[in-house]
C-alpha cells in the first residue's frame, strides 16, 4: 500500500483502495513520537486502563488516575479513590467527558459495598459518585472485577452460579444485566440459554460480550454476545487459545482477535494472529484479517473505522469495517507489551498492561 498516497486524515468517508505490495518490501512511515511519560522505575501496578480527549490524557492505575496534557505530556491533575479503597474496573470510553472508575475497600472484609465514581477528565473534579451493592456486581477481588464491564454510559455484568450449602450449582443459568452506569438501575437482564460455562469475563458493555470458559480440560472458551432482544455465541477455532482481550464496536460489526496457540519457535512475532468481524446482530461472520505482528491484537472504534494495534505497541493497522480492508498502517517507535490504546483525533496514546515491561505512556501523532 502506498502509504504517501492516502489522504491528509485516514478518516475520510471513502479511503482510497489499498494498493498492496509485498511485505518484503514493504516499510510502514512511522507515526511521529509527540512525548512520553517519564519512565517509572518502581513498579505501580497494572496500568487498568487509558482516556483520551482533546483536554487530557489520563493513566488509571490501582491508587490513582493520572491527567496529562494531551500535546507535551505536562501533568494536569491527579485524582485518589478515598480511604482504602482501590480501582478494580475503569470505562472503556469517555462518554461525555466523563471518566467512571470502579473503586472498594478491598482490606473491609464486611463492607458490602462498592463505589463508582464518575471525574470531569477536564477538571479532575468529582461529576458523581454513588454506592452499590457488591453482591450485584459478581465476583470483586483485590485485583480485578473481571465479571464487570463499564462503557457507553452502561454496566454490563454477569454473575456465576451461586452455590448452595452442598455446594451445587443452581438449576438457573446465569443472567447477565445491563444497569445504568450512574443509577445502578437494571435496564434488561436476560439468561444465557444453556448451563454452559464456569468463569465468566466481561470484555465489553454496549452491547455486553462475555469470554466464558468451562472446566472441562478440552473445553474452549466462548464468546457470548447478548442483547435485550437475543444473544449468539461463537466458538474458538482449533490453533487458537483464546479470545483477546478486547472487542470493538462500529455500527452493526464487531471484532475480537483470537490468540494462536503456542508458536514453535522461541519468537512470538513468529505467531499467525487472526481478527474476526460479525454483525452485532445476527453472528454471522463477516471477515477476518490474518497478521503477523505478534500474538494479541487490541481493536479500538475510532471515527468509523478500527484502529488495530499489534502486543507489543509498535504497529497499528486501520481497517474498514464494511470488508476489512487495510486503510493505513503506522510503525510505532518504542515497546510496551500487551500495549492498549486510546485514540482522539489524529493522536493515538499506548500504554503497557504488562507489570514488569515497560512503565510509561507513550503518545503519537498519526500523521
Same mark, same amino acid.
Given at each position: ?10 478518516w475520510?468517508?471513502a479511503?482510497?483502495p489499498a494498493?498492496?505490495?509485498?511485505? *518484503?518490501?514493504?516499510?510502514d512511515?512511522e507515526?511521529?513520537? +509527540? ?10 501496578? /497494572?496500568p487498568l486502563?487509558?482516556w483520551a480527549?482533546?483536554e487530557?490524557?489520563?493513566?488509571v ?5 493520572t ?33 467512571v472508575v +470502579?473503586?472498594?475497600?478491598? #482490606? ?10 464518575a471525574?470531569?477528565? #477536564?477538571s479532575g473534579?468529582?461529576a458523581?459518585? !454513588? /454506592?452499590?451493592p457488591?453482591?450485584?456486581l459478581?465476583?470483586i477481588g ?6 464487570v464491564?463499564?462503557? &457507553?454510559g ?11 450449602s452442598q ?24 439468561? *444465557?440459554?444453556?448451563?454452559? &460455562? ?24 466462548r464468546?457470548?454476545?447478548?442483547r435485550?432482544? &437475543?444473544?449468539?455465541h461463537i /466458538?474458538?477455532?482449533?490453533?487458537y487459545?483464546?479470545? #483477546? ?13 483470537? /490468540?494462536?496457540?503456542?508458536p514453535? &519457535?522461541?519468537?512470538?512475532k513468529?505467531?499467525?494472529t487472526?481478527? !474476526? ?7 454471522e ?11 494479541? *491484537?487490541h481493536p *479500538?472504534?475510532?471515527r468509523g473505522?478500527?484502529?488495530?494495534g499489534?502486543g ?6 486501520v +481497517?474498514?469495517p464494511?470488508?476489512?480492508r487495510v486503510?493505513?498502517?503506522r ?16 493522536r493515538?496514546?499506548?500504554v503497557?498492561?504488562a507489570v514488569?515491561?515497560? !512503565?510509561?505512556?507513550?503518545?503519537f501523532r498519526?500523521?
Amino acid at each position: 500500500m502506498h502509504q504517501d498516497r492516502a489522504p491528509e486524515s485516514v478518516w475520510a468517508a471513502a479511503p482510497e483502495p489499498a494498493k498492496r505490495r509485498l511485505r *518484503l518490501f514493504r516499510r510502514d512511515p512511522e507515526a511521529q513520537t +509527540l512525548w512520553q511519560s517519564e519512565f517509572e522505575q518502581q513498579d505501580l501496578g /497494572e496500568p487498568l486502563g487509558v482516556w483520551a480527549t482533546d483536554e487530557v490524557v489520563a493513566l488509571v492505575r490501582f491508587d490513582r488516575v493520572t491527567a496529562y496534557a494531551p500535546a507535551t505530556g505536562e501533568p494536569r491533575w491527579t485524582w485518589q479513590p478515598p480511604g482504602q479503597d482501590v480501582i478494580v474496573r475503569v470505562a472503556e470510553d469517555t462518554a461525555d467527558g466523563l471518566g467512571v472508575v +470502579l473503586h472498594y475497600d478491598d #482490606g473491609g472484609r464486611v463492607d458490602e459495598k462498592v463505589r463508582l465514581t464518575a471525574l470531569d477528565l #477536564g477538571s479532575g473534579d468529582v461529576a458523581w459518585s !454513588r /454506592e452499590q451493592p457488591k453482591d450485584q456486581l459478581g465476583d470483586i477481588g483485590a485485583d480485578r472485577a473481571r465479571h464487570v464491564s463499564i462503557g &457507553g454510559g452502561r454496566i454490563a455484568t454477569a454473575p456465576v452460579w451461586i452455590a448452595n450449602s452442598q455446594g451445587r450449582k443452581g438449576k438457573e443459568p446465569p443472567v447477565v444485566r445491563s444497569l445504568d452506569a450512574r443509577t445502578g438501575s437494571v435496564q434488561w437482564e436476560r439468561s *444465557l440459554p444453556d448451563h454452559w &460455562g464456569d468463569w465468566f469475563s466481561a470484555l465489553a458493555a454496549d452491547p455486553p460480550v462475555l469470554s466464558v470458559r468451562n472446566r472441562g480440560k478440552r473445553s474452549r472458551p466462548r464468546l457470548y454476545v447478548v442483547r435485550e432482544d &437475543g444473544q449468539w455465541h461463537i /466458538e474458538l477455532p482449533d490453533g487458537y487459545q483464546d479470545f #483477546g482481550p478486547a472487542v470493538a464496536v462500529v455500527g452493526d460489526t464487531i471484532a475480537v482477535g483470537l /490468540e494462536p496457540d503456542d508458536p514453535a &519457535g522461541d519468537s512470538e512475532k513468529s505467531a499467525d494472529t487472526l481478527l !474476526r468481524a460479525y454483525s452485532v446482530r445476527t453472528g454471522e461472520q463477516l471477515w477476518e484479517w490474518r497478521v503477523d505482528h505478534g500474538r494479541t *491484537l487490541h481493536p *479500538l472504534a475510532h471515527r468509523g473505522y478500527f484502529m488495530v494495534g499489534n502486543g507489543y505497541g509498535s504497529r497499528v493497522t486501520v +481497517l474498514d469495517p464494511a470488508d476489512g480492508r487495510v486503510v493505513a498502517e503506522r510503525r510505532l517507535p518504542g515497546f510496551s507489551y500487551r500495549a492498549r490504546y486510546a485514540a482522539w483525533g489524529d493522536r493515538l496514546a499506548v500504554v503497557c498492561h504488562a507489570v514488569s515491561e515497560t !512503565r510509561r505512556l507513550r503518545v503519537f501523532r498519526w500523521k
